[in-house]
Protein backbone atom coordinates (compact mmCIF):
# COMPACT_ATOMS: atom_id res chain seq x y z
CA UNK A 1 0.00 0.00 0.00
CA UNK A 2 1.44 3.49 -1.00
CA UNK A 3 1.84 5.80 1.85
CA UNK A 4 0.23 9.16 2.41
CA UNK A 5 2.43 9.75 5.58
CA UNK A 6 2.67 13.96 6.54
CA UNK A 7 1.16 14.62 2.99
CA UNK A 8 -1.53 17.42 4.23
CA UNK A 9 -4.85 16.94 1.89
CA UNK A 10 -7.38 19.34 1.29
CA UNK A 11 -10.68 17.25 0.48
CA UNK A 12 -13.31 19.25 -1.14
CA UNK A 13 -16.93 18.18 -0.95
CA UNK A 14 -19.36 19.07 -3.27
CA UNK A 15 -23.34 19.14 -3.42
CA UNK A 16 -24.11 14.86 -4.98
CA UNK A 17 -24.99 11.53 -3.07
CA UNK A 18 -21.48 10.46 -3.43
CA UNK A 19 -21.10 12.33 -0.77
CA UNK A 20 -21.46 9.81 1.72
CA UNK A 21 -18.51 7.68 0.07
CA UNK A 22 -16.33 10.93 1.11
CA UNK A 23 -16.40 9.87 5.20
CA UNK A 24 -15.19 6.30 4.26
CA UNK A 25 -12.26 8.28 1.74
CA UNK A 26 -10.98 10.55 4.70
CA UNK A 27 -11.07 7.08 6.46
CA UNK A 28 -8.53 5.13 3.82
CA UNK A 29 -6.37 9.12 3.74
CA UNK A 30 -5.87 8.64 7.11
CA UNK A 31 -5.36 5.21 7.39
CA UNK A 32 -2.05 5.76 4.67
CA UNK A 33 -0.92 8.77 7.21
CA UNK A 34 -2.55 11.51 5.65
CA UNK A 35 -3.87 14.63 7.51
CA UNK A 36 -6.83 15.39 6.07
CA UNK A 37 -8.75 18.75 6.16
CA UNK A 38 -12.42 19.23 5.14
CA UNK A 39 -14.30 21.59 2.89
CA UNK A 40 -18.01 21.96 2.22
CA UNK A 41 -20.09 23.92 -0.19
CA UNK A 42 -23.14 25.05 0.80
CA UNK A 43 -24.86 21.83 -1.46
CA UNK A 44 -22.65 19.33 0.06
CA UNK A 45 -23.94 19.83 3.73
CA UNK A 46 -27.55 19.16 1.81
CA UNK A 47 -26.17 15.52 1.82
CA UNK A 48 -23.69 15.20 4.41
CA UNK A 49 -22.76 17.34 8.24
CA UNK A 50 -20.05 18.80 8.62
CA UNK A 51 -20.13 17.04 12.15
CA UNK A 52 -19.72 13.56 10.32
CA UNK A 53 -16.16 15.09 8.37
CA UNK A 54 -15.45 16.47 11.61
CA UNK A 55 -15.29 13.49 13.70
CA UNK A 56 -13.65 11.45 10.87
CA UNK A 57 -10.91 14.21 10.26
CA UNK A 58 -10.51 15.36 13.47
CA UNK A 59 -10.69 18.79 12.58
CA UNK A 60 -13.13 21.79 12.27
CA UNK A 61 -14.65 21.83 8.83
CA UNK A 62 -14.64 24.57 6.81
CA UNK A 63 -18.00 25.69 5.02
CA UNK A 64 -17.87 29.40 4.64
CA UNK A 65 -15.52 32.12 2.84
CA UNK A 66 -16.79 34.90 4.51
CA UNK A 67 -16.54 33.73 8.54
CA UNK A 68 -14.08 35.56 10.40
CA UNK A 69 -13.90 32.85 12.85
CA UNK A 70 -13.16 30.64 10.39
CA UNK A 71 -10.70 33.23 9.26
CA UNK A 72 -8.93 33.71 12.22
CA UNK A 73 -8.54 29.99 13.10
CA UNK A 74 -6.94 29.04 9.49
CA UNK A 75 -7.78 31.59 6.61
CA UNK A 76 -9.03 30.76 3.29
CA UNK A 77 -5.39 31.64 1.71
CA UNK A 78 -3.12 29.80 4.64
CA UNK A 79 -5.61 26.74 4.18
CA UNK A 80 -4.65 26.73 0.14
CA UNK A 81 -0.81 27.53 1.26
CA UNK A 82 -1.48 24.08 3.52
CA UNK A 83 -2.39 21.89 1.01
CA UNK A 84 0.10 19.00 -0.15
CA UNK A 85 -2.66 18.28 -2.59
CA UNK A 86 -6.67 19.46 -3.31
CA UNK A 87 -8.79 16.88 -3.84
CA UNK A 88 -12.74 17.44 -5.06
CA UNK A 89 -14.87 14.58 -4.18
CA UNK A 90 -17.91 14.04 -5.12
CA UNK A 91 -17.06 17.07 -8.14
CA UNK A 92 -20.24 17.77 -9.35
CA UNK A 93 -20.78 19.03 -12.97
CA UNK A 94 -22.14 22.66 -11.51
CA UNK A 95 -18.52 22.56 -9.45
CA UNK A 96 -16.77 21.76 -12.60
CA UNK A 97 -18.18 23.86 -14.65
CA UNK A 98 -17.11 27.01 -11.84
CA UNK A 99 -13.56 25.59 -11.69
CA UNK A 100 -13.16 25.32 -15.45
CA UNK A 101 -14.19 29.27 -15.69
CA UNK A 102 -12.14 30.25 -12.94
CA UNK A 103 -14.85 31.26 -10.26
CA UNK A 104 -14.46 32.09 -6.81
CA UNK A 105 -17.95 32.52 -5.37
CA UNK A 106 -17.33 30.04 -2.80
CA UNK A 107 -14.96 28.55 -0.21
CA UNK A 108 -13.50 25.45 -1.94
CA UNK A 109 -13.74 27.25 -5.86
CA UNK A 110 -11.80 30.50 -4.00
CA UNK A 111 -9.14 27.54 -2.55
CA UNK A 112 -8.76 26.08 -5.62
CA UNK A 113 -7.88 29.30 -7.38
CA UNK A 114 -5.10 30.24 -4.27
CA UNK A 115 -3.99 26.95 -4.06
CA UNK A 116 -0.56 26.26 -5.20
CA UNK A 117 -0.70 22.28 -4.56
CA UNK A 118 -1.81 20.29 -7.44
CA UNK A 119 -5.77 19.47 -8.17
CA UNK A 120 -7.34 16.65 -8.77
CA UNK A 121 -11.23 15.78 -9.21
CA UNK A 122 -13.16 12.53 -8.79
CA UNK A 123 -16.41 13.43 -10.58
CA UNK A 124 -19.88 11.95 -9.84
CA UNK A 125 -22.89 12.38 -11.37
CA UNK A 126 -26.11 11.21 -13.37
CA UNK A 127 -24.72 10.00 -16.88
CA UNK A 128 -26.40 12.58 -18.88
CA UNK A 129 -24.85 15.44 -17.09
CA UNK A 130 -21.39 13.16 -17.47
CA UNK A 131 -22.08 13.06 -21.37
CA UNK A 132 -23.71 16.44 -21.80
CA UNK A 133 -21.30 18.50 -23.99
CA UNK A 134 -21.18 21.56 -21.98
CA UNK A 135 -19.72 19.01 -19.30
CA UNK A 136 -17.47 17.37 -22.21
CA UNK A 137 -16.63 20.94 -22.74
CA UNK A 138 -15.11 22.54 -19.47
CA UNK A 139 -12.72 19.20 -18.88
CA UNK A 140 -10.46 20.71 -21.69
CA UNK A 141 -9.72 23.85 -19.81
CA UNK A 142 -9.37 21.49 -16.49
CA UNK A 143 -6.89 19.48 -18.13
CA UNK A 144 -4.72 21.94 -19.71
CA UNK A 145 -4.36 23.54 -16.60
CA UNK A 146 -2.91 20.48 -15.09
CA UNK A 147 -5.82 19.81 -12.48
CA UNK A 148 -6.15 15.73 -12.91
CA UNK A 149 -9.46 14.16 -13.13
CA UNK A 150 -9.91 10.58 -11.26
CA UNK A 151 -12.66 8.38 -13.05
CA UNK A 152 -15.58 8.87 -13.46
CA UNK A 153 -16.30 5.09 -13.19
CA UNK A 154 -19.36 3.05 -15.13
CA UNK A 155 -22.01 1.24 -13.80
CA UNK A 156 -24.80 1.26 -12.01
CA UNK A 157 -26.00 4.90 -10.47
CA UNK A 158 -27.85 6.12 -7.47
CA UNK A 159 -30.67 7.52 -10.05
CA UNK A 160 -31.18 4.07 -11.22
CA UNK A 161 -29.48 4.83 -14.49
CA UNK A 162 -26.34 2.56 -15.87
CA UNK A 163 -23.64 4.54 -17.77
CA UNK A 164 -20.35 6.68 -16.53
CA UNK A 165 -20.38 9.08 -14.14
CA UNK A 166 -19.93 7.00 -10.77
CA UNK A 167 -17.76 8.47 -7.98
CA UNK A 168 -14.29 6.13 -7.93
CA UNK A 169 -14.35 4.15 -4.49
CA UNK A 170 -11.98 5.67 -1.55
CA UNK A 171 -9.92 2.95 -2.23
CA UNK A 172 -8.90 3.57 -5.30
CA UNK A 173 -8.93 7.57 -4.76
CA UNK A 174 -6.25 6.87 -1.69
CA UNK A 175 -4.04 4.75 -4.32
CA UNK A 176 -4.40 7.13 -7.11
CA UNK A 177 -3.30 10.00 -4.64
CA UNK A 178 -0.68 8.34 -2.90
CA UNK A 179 0.41 7.43 -6.93
CA UNK A 180 0.59 11.39 -7.69
CA UNK A 181 3.14 11.71 -4.85
CA UNK A 182 5.71 9.10 -6.90
CA UNK A 183 8.16 11.30 -9.04
CA UNK A 184 10.17 8.30 -10.06
CA UNK A 185 13.23 11.29 -10.62
CA UNK A 186 15.37 8.96 -8.36
CA UNK A 187 14.86 6.11 -9.76
CA UNK A 188 18.08 3.43 -9.24
CA UNK A 189 19.51 6.02 -7.01
CA UNK A 190 21.14 5.45 -3.71
CA UNK A 191 20.74 8.72 -1.37
CA UNK A 192 22.48 8.92 2.29
CA UNK A 193 21.04 11.78 4.33
CA UNK A 194 22.04 12.82 7.19
CA UNK A 195 19.17 14.52 10.26
CA UNK A 196 18.84 15.33 13.71
CA UNK A 197 21.10 16.55 16.13
CA UNK A 198 24.01 15.00 17.72
CA UNK A 199 24.78 14.43 21.41
CA UNK A 200 28.30 14.35 22.77
CA UNK A 201 29.07 12.62 26.20
CA UNK A 202 29.92 14.65 29.26
CA UNK A 203 29.52 11.89 31.80
CA UNK A 204 26.53 9.15 32.41
CA UNK A 205 24.17 11.87 32.33
CA UNK A 206 24.75 15.02 30.63
CA UNK A 207 25.63 16.06 27.18
CA UNK A 208 26.12 18.89 24.56
CA UNK A 209 23.74 18.95 22.24
CA UNK A 210 21.42 21.51 19.92
CA UNK A 211 17.54 21.99 19.13
CA UNK A 212 17.45 20.04 15.79
CA UNK A 213 14.45 17.93 15.78
CA UNK A 214 15.52 15.87 12.70
CA UNK A 215 12.25 17.01 10.81
CA UNK A 216 13.85 18.65 7.48
CA UNK A 217 16.33 15.27 7.10
CA UNK A 218 13.31 12.87 7.48
CA UNK A 219 11.03 15.12 5.52
CA UNK A 220 14.12 14.83 2.58
CA UNK A 221 14.15 11.46 3.27
CA UNK A 222 11.14 10.76 2.23
CA UNK A 223 10.61 12.97 -0.68
CA UNK A 224 13.88 10.72 -1.96
CA UNK A 225 12.27 7.67 -1.55
CA UNK A 226 9.03 9.02 -2.95
CA UNK A 227 10.87 10.23 -5.70
CA UNK A 228 12.39 6.18 -6.36
CA UNK A 229 15.60 6.08 -4.55
CA UNK A 230 17.50 3.51 -2.13
CA UNK A 231 17.40 5.63 0.99
CA UNK A 232 19.91 5.75 3.88
CA UNK A 233 19.04 7.61 6.65
CA UNK A 234 21.94 8.13 9.29
CA UNK A 235 19.73 9.66 12.47
CA UNK A 236 20.80 11.30 15.74
CA UNK A 237 18.65 10.70 18.18
CA UNK A 238 14.93 12.51 17.59
CA UNK A 239 11.65 11.38 18.19
CA UNK A 240 10.81 10.88 15.01
CA UNK A 241 9.35 7.15 13.68
CA UNK A 242 11.42 5.93 10.44
CA UNK A 243 9.68 7.06 7.11
CA UNK A 244 8.58 4.00 5.09
CA UNK A 245 10.59 2.68 2.77
CA UNK A 246 14.16 4.30 4.14
CA UNK A 247 16.58 2.32 6.27
CA UNK A 248 17.38 4.55 9.39
CA UNK A 249 20.82 4.32 11.13
CA UNK A 250 20.46 5.52 14.48
CA UNK A 251 23.89 7.07 15.77
CA UNK A 252 24.22 9.33 19.18
CA UNK A 253 27.48 11.20 18.39
CA UNK A 254 29.43 13.20 15.78
CA UNK A 255 31.65 10.53 15.44
CA UNK A 256 29.52 7.50 15.40
CA UNK A 257 27.71 9.24 12.45
CA UNK A 258 31.27 10.40 10.89
CA UNK A 259 31.85 6.48 10.57
CA UNK A 260 28.28 5.48 9.54
CA UNK A 261 27.79 7.75 7.07
CA UNK A 262 31.81 7.38 5.09
CA UNK A 263 30.73 3.72 5.25
CA UNK A 264 26.88 4.53 4.16
CA UNK A 265 28.72 7.22 1.13
CA UNK A 266 30.75 4.78 -0.83
CA UNK A 267 28.89 4.08 -2.79
CA UNK A 268 26.43 6.79 -3.28
CA UNK A 269 24.70 8.95 -6.00
CA UNK A 270 23.87 12.09 -3.77
CA UNK A 271 24.60 12.41 -0.30
CA UNK A 272 22.59 15.34 2.14
CA UNK A 273 23.97 16.58 5.12
CA UNK A 274 21.11 18.19 7.24
CA UNK A 275 21.82 17.11 10.64
CA UNK A 276 23.24 19.68 13.49
CA UNK A 277 26.30 18.14 14.07
CA UNK A 278 28.17 19.34 17.02
CA UNK A 279 31.80 21.44 15.95
CA UNK A 280 33.18 20.10 19.08
CA UNK A 281 32.82 17.25 22.06
CA UNK A 282 34.35 16.87 25.77
CA UNK A 283 37.63 16.60 25.56
CA UNK A 284 37.31 13.43 28.38
CA UNK A 285 34.35 11.66 28.97
CA UNK A 286 34.07 11.19 32.38
CA UNK A 287 32.63 7.46 33.58
CA UNK A 288 30.83 8.56 36.68
CA UNK A 289 28.72 11.57 37.53
CA UNK A 290 30.40 14.70 38.06
CA UNK A 291 29.68 15.74 41.19
CA UNK A 292 28.94 19.09 42.19
CA UNK A 293 31.99 21.02 44.37
CA UNK A 294 32.33 23.90 46.03
CA UNK A 295 33.36 25.70 43.24
CA UNK A 296 31.03 28.33 41.25
CA UNK A 297 32.69 28.17 37.72
CA UNK A 298 33.76 24.63 35.80
CA UNK A 299 35.79 24.36 32.85
CA UNK A 300 35.24 21.81 30.37
CA UNK A 301 37.77 21.78 27.60
CA UNK A 302 36.59 21.02 24.55
CA UNK A 303 37.82 19.34 21.14
CA UNK A 304 36.78 19.34 17.04
CA UNK A 305 35.12 17.10 15.90
CA UNK A 306 35.11 15.47 12.45
CA UNK A 307 33.85 17.69 9.59
CA UNK A 308 31.35 14.09 8.36
CA UNK A 309 30.30 16.71 4.98
CA UNK A 310 33.38 17.70 3.87
CA UNK A 311 34.93 14.37 4.48
CA UNK A 312 32.22 12.57 2.35
CA UNK A 313 33.54 15.34 -0.14
CA UNK A 314 36.82 14.42 -0.61
CA UNK A 315 35.57 10.65 -1.18
CA UNK A 316 36.49 9.09 -5.04
CA UNK A 317 34.35 8.32 -6.83
CA UNK A 318 32.63 11.16 -4.87
CA UNK A 319 28.67 11.30 -4.19
CA UNK A 320 27.49 15.27 -5.46
CA UNK A 321 27.15 16.21 -1.70
CA UNK A 322 25.10 18.69 -0.07
CA UNK A 323 25.41 20.76 3.00
CA UNK A 324 23.07 23.05 5.02
CA UNK A 325 23.78 26.24 6.76
CA UNK A 326 22.55 27.30 9.80
CA UNK A 327 22.96 30.99 10.13
CA UNK A 328 21.96 33.51 12.09
CA UNK A 329 23.13 36.30 10.62
CA UNK A 330 25.54 37.58 7.24
CA UNK A 331 23.26 34.21 5.81
CA UNK A 332 24.40 33.92 2.32
CA UNK A 333 28.19 35.03 2.91
CA UNK A 334 28.33 32.69 5.51
CA UNK A 335 26.85 29.72 3.46
CA UNK A 336 28.90 30.27 0.38
CA UNK A 337 31.93 30.79 2.65
CA UNK A 338 30.92 26.58 3.96
CA UNK A 339 30.51 25.62 0.57
CA UNK A 340 33.57 26.42 -0.41
CA UNK A 341 35.39 25.44 2.32
CA UNK A 342 33.99 21.84 2.51
CA UNK A 343 34.06 21.88 -1.55
CA UNK A 344 30.53 20.86 -1.55
CA UNK A 345 28.98 20.49 -4.77
CA UNK A 346 25.59 22.98 -3.25
CA UNK A 347 24.84 24.49 0.11
CA UNK A 348 20.93 25.46 1.57
CA UNK A 349 21.06 28.56 3.77
CA UNK A 350 18.72 28.84 6.47
CA UNK A 351 17.81 31.30 8.52
CA UNK A 352 17.46 30.19 12.07
CA UNK A 353 16.42 33.70 13.56
CA UNK A 354 12.93 33.83 11.47
CA UNK A 355 10.21 32.55 13.89
CA UNK A 356 8.28 29.66 12.96
CA UNK A 357 11.35 28.25 10.37
CA UNK A 358 14.40 25.96 10.60
CA UNK A 359 15.20 24.62 13.89
CA UNK A 360 12.43 22.05 15.69
CA UNK A 361 10.14 23.96 13.67
CA UNK A 362 7.36 22.43 10.58
CA UNK A 363 7.82 24.99 8.32
CA UNK A 364 11.12 26.23 6.75
CA UNK A 365 12.62 28.33 4.14
CA UNK A 366 15.70 28.55 2.18
CA UNK A 367 17.96 29.44 -0.27
CA UNK A 368 19.59 26.76 -2.20
CA UNK A 369 23.18 28.08 -3.63
CA UNK A 370 26.15 26.13 -5.87
CA UNK A 371 28.36 27.92 -7.92
CA UNK A 372 26.34 28.63 -10.70
CA UNK A 373 23.33 30.42 -9.42
CA UNK A 374 21.05 30.93 -6.31
CA UNK A 375 17.36 29.79 -5.77
CA UNK A 376 15.18 30.92 -2.61
CA UNK A 377 12.27 28.99 -1.30
CA UNK A 378 10.06 30.93 0.85
CA UNK A 379 8.48 29.43 3.60
CA UNK A 380 6.57 26.37 3.28
CA UNK A 381 5.98 23.01 5.45
CA UNK A 382 9.26 21.32 5.27
CA UNK A 383 7.33 18.31 3.76
CA UNK A 384 6.68 20.41 0.89
CA UNK A 385 10.38 22.18 0.85
CA UNK A 386 11.81 18.48 1.29
CA UNK A 387 9.72 17.47 -2.02
CA UNK A 388 11.07 21.24 -4.04
CA UNK A 389 14.29 20.43 -2.94
CA UNK A 390 14.73 16.92 -3.97
CA UNK A 391 13.43 17.79 -7.74
CA UNK A 392 15.95 20.27 -7.82
CA UNK A 393 18.86 18.02 -6.21
CA UNK A 394 17.87 15.10 -8.47
CA UNK A 395 19.05 17.66 -11.65
CA UNK A 396 22.22 17.53 -9.96
CA UNK A 397 22.77 13.78 -11.12
CA UNK A 398 24.22 12.59 -14.35
O1 LIG B 1 16.19 19.18 12.33
P1 LIG B 1 15.22 20.34 12.21
O2 LIG B 1 14.61 20.74 13.54
O3 LIG B 1 14.18 20.09 11.16
O4 LIG B 1 16.04 21.62 11.74
C1 LIG B 1 16.64 21.64 10.49
C2 LIG B 1 18.04 22.27 10.55
C3 LIG B 1 17.93 23.75 10.85
C4 LIG B 1 18.90 21.57 11.61
C5 LIG B 1 18.70 22.02 9.14
O5 LIG B 1 17.87 22.59 8.18
C6 LIG B 1 20.10 22.58 9.08
O6 LIG B 1 20.31 23.74 8.78
N1 LIG B 1 21.12 21.70 9.34
C7 LIG B 1 22.52 22.09 9.43
C8 LIG B 1 22.72 22.80 10.72
C9 LIG B 1 24.14 23.12 11.01
O7 LIG B 1 24.57 22.74 12.04
O8 LIG B 1 24.84 23.71 10.09
P2 LIG B 1 26.44 24.01 10.26
O9 LIG B 1 26.57 25.36 9.69
O10 LIG B 1 26.95 23.77 11.62
O11 LIG B 1 27.11 22.90 9.32
C10 LIG B 1 27.24 23.06 7.91
C11 LIG B 1 27.11 21.71 7.24
O12 LIG B 1 28.18 20.86 7.67
C12 LIG B 1 25.82 20.97 7.58
O13 LIG B 1 25.43 20.30 6.42
C13 LIG B 1 26.24 19.98 8.66
O14 LIG B 1 25.44 18.78 8.61
C14 LIG B 1 27.67 19.67 8.23
N2 LIG B 1 28.57 19.30 9.33
C15 LIG B 1 28.84 20.18 10.32
C16 LIG B 1 29.75 19.84 11.30
C17 LIG B 1 30.35 18.56 11.25
N3 LIG B 1 31.22 18.18 12.18
N4 LIG B 1 30.06 17.70 10.28
C18 LIG B 1 29.17 18.05 9.30
O15 LIG B 1 28.89 17.25 8.40
Redesign the pocket.
Known sequence: MSSLTNKRILLGVTGGIAAYKSAELVRRLRERGAEVRVVMTEAAQKFMTPLTFQALSGHPVHTDLLDPAAEAAMGHIELARWADRVLVAPASADFMARLASGRGDDLLSTLCLATRAPISLAPAMNQGMWQNPATQANLEPLRRRGIQLLGPGDGSQACGEVGPGRMLEPEALATALAAGFETGLLSGRRVVI?????REAIDPVRYLS??????????LAEAAAEAGAEVILISGP?ALPAPERVTRIDVIS?RD??EA?LAQAQPCDLF????????YRPQQYLSQKMKKAGETQRELTLV?????????AQLFPKPIT??????SEQVLE??RA?LER?R?DA????D?TRDGL????DD?A?VLIDREREQSYEPMS?TQLARALIEQLARYLP
Open positions: TAGPTNHSSGKMGYATAMHSIAAAAVADKNPDIVADVVGFAAEHAKKLIIANIGFNSNVK
